[in-house]
């Protein structure tokens, strides 16, 4: 079950990764022929950058961003401040340990309660990206799967700890 | 002090409370958020908590969905490539050619490292792990202290955010709506203060406690160090499965035009026989 989900999360945030790529690709493209642009234009041509290009760099962004947050979980990468609590007694941090992870899966929870809602109403509103006219609705949903992965992975993470301990 | 002002400061208190507590720095603050504005609805009848309660069904969309923020990530990325190209190793071999001579230099040359890698990643924590991966064995072996070691490449981290790109300087001028690269340009000389202040530390703290680190002995003045090691910012290759062809990096210019970061190389990868 353990190696399961790790793997699973795993592959979400590679997913995340060849989106990152995507966003790459196509900001080389458009620099590229920014620069082919500045050369044309000293023989009277132009060549335009590719339209639409900050459109899809803001939708796949979005999705890109909360795509690593499981894997962040996983990995225990979300930031924290140690100094104190290092010197507390090994019981009082696994406790602490186990109610941060408790109110992170609740809130990420939440989060994603939310933002079904949000789906929602972005897909009723038909709100489009300005110049592509894409649907913003669909970005959501890669959104929510996160947050909910996030909560899956810090319960995960509950249980392993008692396991352990 | 007005009942808001005090509940503010209370909601400040109470973050720093949680954070002792170990709690995620983000967590702690989406709690003190929501909690602080349900108190305020409480008390100032303006205020009402549902409304803000509802914006969370766009605002965390919305707050990713941001196309300068996207720099973020592919500052990261740039970092990871610069790592893997071994570029940390090159600059810290070469900053150890200039300056390890001297005592303590060793360290000195992790700080330059520091530097010149904080010029390619915009993260604190990337650079810190990435130059500590490599300078520590190196320390370590040499006997140097392990104080000086650590201190020196713990501050060396800190040069990452200073130095542009930026991580934490791109997300400041997003909240405070000003030009990312008038941010850079404005972090350029602290970043090469900080640089020169920390080798005068090392420098001093060295010569007044000599067990800090080991005497230099017949310094190989021509050591094997390729002669890029120096200019490692310059240029590296990552040779991929053939030893003679790999891609080269070229030293990225995040050259950004008016706010934001429209029409910017965020790196040129070109193939290229290597060296």
Redo the contacts between chains.
């Keep these: 079950m353990g190696e399961k989900l790790e793997q699973l999360i795993s592959i979400w945030a590679l997913l995340g990764g060849v989106l990152?790529i995507a966003?790459?690709l196509v900001?080389?493209l458009?620099?590229g022929a920014?620069t082919l642009d500045r050369a044309a234009r000293l023989m009277g041509a132009t060549v335009s950058g590719l339209p639409g290009y900050?459109d899809f760099?803001?939708?796949?962004?979005?999705a890109?961003?909360?795509m690593?947050f499981p894997y962040c979980q996983l990995r225990r990468g979300?930031?924290?401040?140690?100094l104190?609590?290092q010197h507390f007694p090994h019981t009082v941090?696994r406790a602490?340990?186990a109610l941060?992870l408790v109110?992170?899966a609740v809130?990420a929870l939440?989060?994603a309660g939310?933002?079904v809602?949000?789906l929602q109403?972005?897909k009723s509103d038909n709100i489009v990206s300005p110049v592509l006219g894409w649907p913003?609705w669909p970005?959501?949903a890669p959104?929510i799967v996160s947050l909910i992965l996030w909560a899956v992975v810090a319960l995960y993470q509950i249980a392993q700890g008692e396991r352990h301990g | 002090m007005g009942e808001r002002e005090l509940i503010g400061v209370i909601g400040l208190a109470s973050l720093f409370g949680l954070?002792?507590?170990?709690?995620?720095?983000?967590?702690a603050m989406?709690?003190i958020g929501i909690g602080g504005n349900y108190v305020l609805s409480l008390y100032v009848p303006y205020l009402r908590f549902e409304p803000y309660?509802k914006q969370?069904?766009?605002l965390?969309?919305n707050n990713?969905?941001?196309?300068d923020?996207?720099v973020v990530?592919?500052f990261v990325?740039m970092g990871y490539l610069a790592s893997h190209a071994n570029l940390s190793r090159d600059l810290f071999q070469g900053m150890n050619a200039l300056l390890g001579r001297f005592r303590g230099g060793v360290a000195m040359a992790a700080i330059g490292a520091c530097a010149g890698f904080g010029a390619v990643c915009g993260s604190s924590l990337a650079t810190a792990s990435t130059m500590g991966r490599v300078a520590l064995p190196e320390l370590k072996r040499l006997r140097y202290s392990p104080r000086l070691a650590t201190g020196a490449l713990a501050a060396g981290g800190t040069l990452g955010i200073l130095i542009p790109p930026s991580v934490a300087l791109v997300i400041y001028a997003i909240i405070v709506e000003a030009s990312i690269i008038q941010m850079f340009q404005a972090a350029v000389l602290p970043g090469l203060m900080a640089v020169a202040f920390f080798i005068a530390v090392i420098l001093i703290s060295v010569r007044l406690n000599p067990a800090l680190a080991p005497a230099v002995e017949n310094f190989p003045c021509r050591r094997k160090t390729p002669g890029s090691a120096s200019f490692g910012a310059g240029d590296c290759d990552f040779r991929l499965d053939h030893p003679r062809s790999g891609f080269r990096l070229v030293h990225p210019n995040p050259g950004c035009r008016s706010r934001g970061v429209h029409?910017?190389?965020?790196w040129i990868l070109s193939v290229c026989p290597a060296r």
Excluded at chain 1, 57 to 62: G, P
Excluded at chain 1, 78 to 82: Q, S
Aim: overall charge negative; charged content about 10%; glycine content about 8%.
């Design positions: 990152l966003i790459v900001t080389t458009n620099v920014f900050e760099v803001r939708l796949a962004i979005s890109v961003g909360l690593f979300h930031v924290n401040v140690d104190f609590a941090q602490l340990d941060w109110v992170t809130m939440g989060l939310y933002m809602l949000g109403e972005a913003e970005f959501y959104g | 954070l002792i507590f170990r709690i995620p720095v983000g967590l989406i709690a309660m969370f069904k766009s965390l969309w990713m969905a941001s196309y923020l996207s990530p592919l990325l029409d910017h190389g965020l």
